[in-house]
């Protein structure tokens, strides 16, 4: 399995965007990423331009669609059918989900804390989801810069009080592209990195999203091995409450070119577990291997550094391990 970096949110003029089709594809290529989900918002037109010599030149591309509500804003990506949203309400959310299951699809939040009514009406989510598990995952980064906006800083503790009630959810992290950047202007570029089993495929990258092997980034890789009993644990699995012990690697060569633009410096990890730092350790590449005394709940790691002028944050998170017994 290889992890492979995507693009999870992205608009062309067949909603609000001033990208073509090709033209976001091309620009997805020459930024590094192996692959694209395509949410124009309520409309799925632009999947008709997608053809497999313009992926063949470019990059893969997960079909999808941004619902966009007065309620919030939901990814819906790989549906074999037409499912819709016009009439979905806040107490009808759950059936709606169901179809999107039905339907081969997979479910994810987008920017679950954007400023809401009256500024952007429909952007905050206001739906009364109680079937979370048929919900596949949740956009924390939203946006150029994921350390810049009030959307961002809540959308980390909100999304952790839905682990924290028990619930199995992915991270992604999406820029909301809406056209070529200009000339001469160096955006931060986060990444989703989906661990795809084979060639890349749209399949491929829905299948890692339902599994919950997952990061999100803003350079740097993240490769996380947890070792109990004989067994090695991925993100998205299960492990045992006690004794493990966990391997850490963190790469500074993929996309490089393109990252290290943004001053991008690497100063540690930290392990977050159940919402509590339970481990940080200096770390400025490499490998790093912590032993652990696991509870029941769930584990993350978290990549620190610095970033532009010098200022600090994550710089990469990932989805969890989660630990039985809670």
């Given amino acids: 399995m290889r992890y492979q970096p995507f693009e999870m949110h992205c608009h062309t003029r067949h909603s609000d965007g001033s990208f073509t089709v090709p033209g976001l594809l091309e620009g997805a290529a020459a930024y ?32 999808g669609i941004e619902w966009t509500t007065f309620f919030g804003h939901l990814l819906v990506l790989g549906c074999r059918r037409f499912v819709d949203w016009r009439f979905v309400t806040p107490d009808t959310i759950d059936d709606a989900l169901a179809e999107i299951r039905e339907a081969g699809g997979v479910a994810g939040v987008a920017h679950p804390c954007e400023v809401g009514s009256p500024l952007m009406c429909g952007c905050n989510w206001e739906f009364h989801v109680t079937r979370w598990d048929l919900v596949d995952y949740v956009e924390i980064w939203s946006g150029d810069d994921p350390h810049a906006r009030a959307k961002n800083t809540l959308a980390l503790p909100w999304y952790d009080a839905l682990l924290n009630a028990g619930h199995h959810l992915a991270v992604s992290a999406g820029r909301d592209w809406h056209g070529p950047d200009q000339p001469g202007e160096t955006p931060l570029l986060t990444a989703t990195y989906l661990g795809i089993e084979g060639p890349v495929t749209a399949e491929g990258a829905l299948e890692a999203l339902r599994a919950g092997r997952t990061y999100v980034t803003m350079g740097p890789t993240v490769e996380l091995t947890l070792r109990q009993g004989g067994r090695e644990i991925g993100l998205g699995e299960t492990a045992e409450p006690g004794a493990a012990e966990l391997t850490v690697l963190v790469g500074q060569e993929e996309r490089r070119e393109i990252w290290s633009r943004s ?62 017994g809670k």
Avoid: M
């Fill in 32 to 63: 590094g990423y192996a692959g694209l989900a395509l949410t124009d918002h309520n409309a799925v037109s632009a999947l008709r331009e997608v053809t497999p010599e313009l992926e063949a030149r470019t990059c893969r591309v997960i079909p």
């Fill in 263 to 324: 001053g991008i410096q690497v100063t540690g990890l930290r392990l977050t577990a159940n919402s509590e730092t339970v481990a940080q350790a200096a770390c400025t590449g490499g490998a790093v291997t912590l032993p652990l005394d696991l509870a029941p709940g769930w584990l993350r790691v978290e990549l620190l550094g610095s970033y532009l002028d010098g200022r600090s944050g994550i710089l990469a998170l990932t989805s969890p391990v989660y630990v039985a």
